[in-house]
């Protein structure tokens, strides 16, 4: 009887941790949600190799429109993120449209990763007036490896085929690495053999050691392929990163300034790889000025007849 009762108290107890353990599974996958925004999610951008490539859309349920649009691009070292959950939805609550986009991830190797999300702009301008959204501003954020993909989609020429551009009007870079020849995982030293270096997830990306394929490399580089035209750049960067060194930022920054580009470096002090210093009211503060300033307010000016003489 008294063993009958403990068996019984045992599987309550075993059915009860299970039922917790799959609702939190089910909270940490279930996407936040955002009482400012109406959220399409899943949407199919593009379909290479066709395997869907999908993102998620915020739009603002105040205000009339058009949007401009701010696309979201997750970090996560080309092989690991999503789109869920995305950081920068808060900027609908002051009336952009956010796009958060998945892309192919590692093993898919370069330039796969860049294609995607040049494919993702394409598609917000090609379906701009089904979803209320300014076709003419639009801007990129990213942070890690998709700071290193904004940087690339601001500072790359647009491919020849285009018909609908994918050239972006401003981009948010946090803490991106924007010279791979020069990133601590891809060199070889005292800290990292030939066999590591190997191994990175730089060599993973570009499908050999980056210091084997140096121009590759480069043009997977935003600091070298900075050039005069390139749209404005915010730049923010922890003051402690362990992972991508502080100079990565610096570099470009100093490139695009060199070249007549708009370039604001934000040194986040006290902060490493991201992290909370990041979701600062001061940093959202010049984040939203930022987008002000490039997108509505542009668009405001634009759209001023001319002065009369």
């Not at 009482?35 to 993102?55: C, F, M, T, V, W």
């Not at 992290?275 to 503060?285: C, D, T």
């Not at 984040?287 to 490039?294: A, T, Y």
Request: charged share 20%.
């Amino acid at each position: 009887m008294v063993q009958s009762f403990y068996i019984r108290y045992f599987l309550i107890l075993v059915t009860i941790l299970a039922s917790s353990l799959a609702n939190a599974q089910n909270k940490k996958q279930k996407p936040a949600a955002n009482p400012h925004a109406n959220i399409l999610r899943d949407i199919e951008y593009s379909k290479p190799d066709g395997k869907p490539q999908l993102l998620d859309l915020y739009l603002p349920k105040k205000g009339d429109g058009p949007f401009p649009v701010v696309a979201w691009v997750h970090g996560g070292g080309w092989k690991n993120g999503s789109r869920k959950n995305c950081p920068a939805s808060w900027l609908v609550e002051h009336g952009f449209a956010v796009a958060s986009i998945d892309y192919r991830l590692i093993p898919a190797q370069w330039p796969a990763q860049i294609d995607d999300c040049r494919a993702a702009v394409r598609w917000l301008r090609f379906n701009a007036d089904n979803h209320n959204l300014d076709p003419n501003h639009i801007a990129v954020w990213g942070g890690s490896a998709g700071g290193h993909l904004v940087a690339m989609m601001g500072t790359l020429p647009p491919p020849d085929f285009e018909t609908t551009s994918s050239r972006v009007q401003a981009v948010c870079d946090w803490f991106g690495p924007t010279d791979l020849l020069t990133m601590p995982p891809n060199v070889i030293s005292k800290k990292r053999t030939a066999e590591q270096v190997a191994q990175s997830n730089g060599a993973k990306l570009l499908g050999a050691p980056v210091w084997t394929i140096p121009e590759k490399a480069m043009q997977a580089s935003a600091f070298h392929q900075v050039s005069k035209g390139d749209p404005p750049f915010l730049i923010m960067h922890g003051e402690k990163d362990p992972g991508v060194p502080l100079i990565q930022s610096e570099m470009l920054h100093d490139a695009l300034q060199m070249n007549g580009v708009e370039s604001t470096l934000h040194i986040v002090k006290g902060a490493g790889h991201g992290g909370k210093e990041f979701r600062s009211p001061e940093v959202q503060k010049m984040i939203l000025e930022f987008f002000e300033k490039h997108l509505r307010r542009k668009m405001f000016k634009e759209q001023q007849p001319l002065p009369t003489q």
